[in-house]
T-cell receptor, first 115, second 116 residues
Framework: AQKITQTQPGMFVQEKEAVTLDCTYD???????LFWYKQPSSGEMIFLIY??????QNATEGRYSLNFQKARKSANLVISASQLGDSAMYFC????????????FGQGTELSVKP | DTGVSQNPRHKITKRGQNVTFRCDPI?????LYWYRQTLGQGPEFLTY????????KSRLLSDRFSAERPKGSFSTLEIQRTEQGDSAMYLC??????????????FGPGTRLTVL
């Protein structure tokens, strides 16, 4: 069975500083994908970044980067130069890389950016 | 194309009533997913369609829940005899089979159900 664990219920960061949100996963699959989504108070899930299990380089998307450590089964999200608009819930998720794979989500981390 | 849409956005109902939600996916997407999210938790998978075929259902989807996608376009999720424990945000997502290899799921704004 697949499982995602996010151990930080809440995090605070000062505006313009970097922050790391932790995510560990468990799976017996060899081919899988790891995702991070942002959920503002409005409720919509916004895709941020993806990392494939066979990707050798860490994924980056603008201010977001994914610190992928396959041996440790961790996929931490790094947000650089935090902005007030980054305040939201962040969810780590994974799925098998086959047709129609459902997403398995962690419990989320609430990030608050302080001015 | 404005993305995935869901209607209604909010639904308040009394215990024992039936409710139906609608999801319109991104037009070229052939995969459609339903998730449920309770307060303080991550979304949980409910069911998944590829075109009109319902290919997977979670054990969370009790007999009171039914989902359809009759023409492979929009989908409906019906809950019969609602219970207070059904109160949650119901999220719909869609994805395609072309383009990026990981077939990102695009989420709608959700339908928030409150059962009194």
């Amino acid at each position: 069975a697949q499982k995602i664990t996010q151990t930080q219920p809440g995090m605070f960061v000062q505006e313009k500083e970097a922050v790391t949100l932790d995510c560990t996963y468990d799976t017996s699959d060899q081919s899988y994908g790891l995702f991070w989504y942002k959920q503002p108070s409005s409720g919509e899930m916004i895709f941020l970044i993806y990392q494939g299990s066979y990707d050798e380089q860490n994924a980056t998307e603008g201010r977001y980067s994914l610190n992928f450590q396959k041996a440790r089964k961790s996929a931490n999200l790094v947000i650089s130069a935090s902005q007030l608009g980054d305040s939201a819930m962040y969810f780590c998720a994974m799925r098998r890389l086959r047709q129609g794979g459902k997403l398995i989500f962690g419990q989320g981390t609430e990030l608050s950016v302080k001015p | 194309d404005t993305g995935v849409s869901q209607n209604p956005r909010h639904k308040i109902t009394k215990r024992g009533q039936n409710v139906t939600f609608r999801c319109d996916p991104i037009s070229e997407h052939n995969r459609l997913y339903w998730y449920r999210q309770t307060l303080g938790q991550g979304p949980e998978f409910l069911t998944y369609f590829q075109n009109e075929a319902q290919l997977e259902k979670s054990r969370l989807l009790s007999d009171r829940f039914s989902a359809e996608r009759p023409k492979g376009s929009f989908s409906t999720l019906e809950i019969q005899r609602t219970e207070q424990g059904d109160s949650a945000m119901y999220l719909c997502a869609s994805s395609g089979t072309s383009g990026n290899s990981y077939n990102e799921q695009f989420f709608g704004p959700g339908t928030r159900l409150t059962v009194l």
